[in-house]
């Protein structure tokens, strides 16, 4: 997903996105990393419709690789931009995405039971709502946040553009995990085979974007016993599917599939006016990258300005939507 939007960004800036492929590819090696770390700490055993890694390889090779995918983007920054100051925005970016998807994590593995606990007595779903999307704003968005940043800061673009690609990107990271929460419940089936076992966070014991809309829709007493039977890790089948059932009947699973859509129609809103238009469009190939002010210098050509712009979908931008996600 995060490969698909950066590559509809660069073509939005100009940019030819077969440049982009190492920055592509190994984001995508990062986000296999995380997910092969994920899998462990879950104690997941299947991924993408196979045996987990650490099912098939064991838990010391599967961490040992999960973590060195996270130095991918290290070996391909430097060739992103001759600009010391670029290169070095590049690697804040990088290392804040970082230390943002490590807390996310461990918010997730605290798995919000005390925050869940508190909107079950009370029945106010705000602070147990508000923690789960921290987690998946940490945990995912910042990630695909980076990406954005690094195709911005590559592609020189200006301020209020390189904030507007950020925030879209740090909503649709978001999204794509309020989809995979749902996705968890529903389950998801490729070439014939489920991508992992349905339910796998109700029975780890985690509050996920639907059980923390089902406070809200859900008497208080059906919700009291729905979170107790699933509340400690290792719920049985039979108990998974009755509070899947339950919760599905409740309308939390369309609750939380709106939340992302709503999420990234509002980014979307901010980022539409801000889209570069040409005339001619800055260069913007990881080779020939540039801080944006070189772009209006007599040397690194014309500046856009807003007397240059056309309607955005001329220059094949187009709105990201969430399909399938691939957990």
């Known amino acids: 997903l995060a490969a698909r939007l950066a590559t509809a960004a660069v073509e939005a800036l100009g940019g030819d996105p077969a440049g982009f492929g190492p920055l592509l590819a190994a984001a995508e090696i990062l986000h296999t990393g995380s997910l092969i770390v994920d899998d462990v700490q879950d104690g997941a055993v299947r991924r993408r419709g196979a045996p987990a890694a650490h099912v098939e390889f064991g838990l010391a090779a599967a961490l040992n690789a999960g973590t060195a995918a996270y130095f991918s983007l290290d070996r391909v920054l430097p060739d992103l931009s001759r600009d010391p100051l670029t290169q070095v925005a590049m690697y804040r970016s990088f290392m804040a995405a970082l230390r943002s998807a490590h807390a996310g994590q461990g918010l997730d593995i605290a798995g919000h039971r005390e925050a869940m606990d508190s909107a079950a007595a009370t029945g106010d779903a705000r602070p147990v709502l508000e923690a789960v999307r921290l987690t998946h704003r940490l945990k995912s968005g910042a ?45 998801v089936v490729r070439d014939g085979a489920p991508t992992k076992l349905i339910g796998e966070d109700l029975r780890n014991g985690k509050v996920t974007m639907p059980l923390a809309h089902a406070v809200a829709l859900l008497p208080r007493t059906e919700l009291t016993a729905l979170w107790q039977s699933v509340r400690t890790p290792g719920a049985d089948p039979g108990t998974v599917r009755e509070a899947i059932t339950a919760l599905a009947s409740s309308g939390a699973l369309r609750a939380a599939r709106e939340e992302a859509d709503h999420l990234v129609e509002r980014a979307w809103t901010a980022l539409s006016p801000t889209c570069p238009r040409p005339g001619p469009p800055p260069a913007c190939t990881p080779s020939a990258a540039r801080p944006y002010a070189a772009a209006a210098s007599p040397e690194g050509g014309t500046k856009n300005t807003p007397s240059d712009r056309v309607p955005a979908h001329q220059r094949g931008w187009k709105k990201w939507s969430l399909g399938e996600s691939n957990p």
């Open 143 to 187: 990630p695909v946040r980076c990406l954005m940043e690094l195709v911005a800061h590559t592609c020189g673009t200006d301020d209020a553009l390189h904030r507007a690609l950020a925030r879209y990107g740090e909503a649709v990271g978001t999204a794509y995990q309020i989809t995979d929460d749902v996705q968890d419940l529903t389950g």
